[in-house]
């Protein structure tokens, strides 16, 4: 039986399929690992496809699926106990406010141009550490062995990085002038 909040359980599913990009992302950045991070997605989008029918209509249903994907990732970090863990759930938590915090701004934070400009913003030797996370899908304990840093450090800069980047793109989008 259907959610009523969905005319039908395709269009439900439709939704969280339209997700599935940013909830990688998401997941990306909790597991390090692109590879992982689309099995977790995937088992995510399978547990919101079981759980369909206890979804509350009135509650976002994008923060809904993002929750079910974070504890899904949670259980994987727990699963695989590697040290260190790859992030702490604190800091798991801590990012997962941020992301609701910037979930309003979404269609906006995402200027290239703007991000652009930003990125030209930092030092050479961040941009190297976001070249080595994101372009060279470089884990946080191998860019800690790189730089001769301590793996907390390299995800502390990472956050530092991420929402100095972020309030520079929304700064740089409210300076632009309205269409």
């Not at 930003?118 to 060279?136: I, N």
Request: hydrophobic fraction near 40%; charge should be neutral; aromatic fraction near 8%.
């Amino acid at each position: 039986m259907p959610n009523d909040y969905f005319e039908n359980e395709d269009l439900m599913m439709k939704r969280a399929m339209e997700l599935q990009p940013v909830l990688m992302a998401y997941v990306t950045g909790m597991v390090g690992n692109l590879d992982v991070a689309e099995d977790v997605v995937q088992n995510g989008l399978i547990r919101i496809w079981s759980k369909r029918e206890v979804f509350t209509p009135g509650k976002s249903f994008r923060s809904w699926c993002f929750e079910i994907c974070r504890r899904t990732a949670l259980e994987w970090i727990r699963a695989q106990k590697r040290a260190p863990i790859a992030l702490d759930e604190e800091t798991i938590s801590a990012l997962a406010d941020d992301h609701a915090a910037c979930e309003q701004a979404a269609p906006e934070l995402f200027s290239l141009e703007a991000l652009r400009r930003c990125l030209a913003k930092l030092s050479d030797r961040t941009r190297e550490l976001l070249d080595l996370k994101y372009a060279g899908n470089l884990d946080c304990g191998q860019i800690a062995a790189r730089f001769g840093r301590p793996v907390e450090s390299v995800y502390v800069t990472l956050s530092r990085t991420r929402a100095q980047l972020r309030d520079c793109i929304l700064k740089q989008r409210a300076m632009e002038p309205l269409q």
